[in-house]
């Protein structure tokens, strides 16, 4: 992974495999994520991140491998001056969960760092990944009212191809394919 994408004068991104040597980094972003109240940033695994760090590391190392009823998984961590700045993991495939909301990228960028180019830059450094792994096309949804999220996934070449509502207290929930050439 030792490409990187430039979001500034001063700040470089590279995406690298989970690691423990970002630990006081991640736990920090983790808080900044919590006081948002981000969802997807609550549970047992984030728990276990804060109780042993190794062990919460293991585990999403171990998502990429075949096992159990969900699909493998590849967790990628932007970092930045030895940071880390944001996240992004990519499904191997896809389950009816997936295809209906999710898709095979999701990404979040600690909020600190929002503004600054960093989720664009993780889901361009990604793609190729994807590619790697055999995959042709990616699917990503979003919510319709997350102008940051719709930018970063047009400006990464992603194609609209349709906007459904999946529940009438939320927000649409948009569809996007980004074919990866070889």
Not at 31 to 41: K, N, S, T
Not at 152 to 178: F, H, M, Q, S, W
Request: aromatic share 8%.
């Amino acid at each position: 992974m030792a490409d990187a994408v430039q979001l500034s004068p001063r700040l470089d991104i590279q995406l690298v495999r989970p690691s423990e040597r970002f630990r006081e980094s991640f736990l920090r972003a983790l808080e900044e994520l919590r006081e948002e109240g981000l969802p997807w940033w609550s549970g047992d695994d984030l728990a276990l991140a804060e109780r042993d760090f190794s062990a919460f590391v293991t585990k999403r190392l171990a998502e990429a491998s075949p096992s159990g009823a969900a699909p493998p998984k590849t967790h990628l961590w932007a970092v930045a001056e030895e940071r880390f700045v944001g996240r992004i993991a990519i499904f191997h495939e896809l389950n009816d969960a997936l295809r209906t909301s999710g898709g095979h990228i999701g990404y979040d960028t600690v909020p600190s760092f929002r503004g600054r180019g960093v989720a664009t830059g993780m889901l361009r450094l990604a793609l190729p990944v994807a590619r790697d792994l055999g995959l042709t096309e990616v699917l990503l949804t979003c919510d319709d009212n997350n102008a940051a999220s719709i930018r970063t996934i047009e400006k990464c070449g992603g194609a609209l191809r349709e906007t459904r509502v999946l529940d009438p207290n939320r927000p649409a929930k948009r569809y996007y394919v980004i074919t990866l050439e070889p």
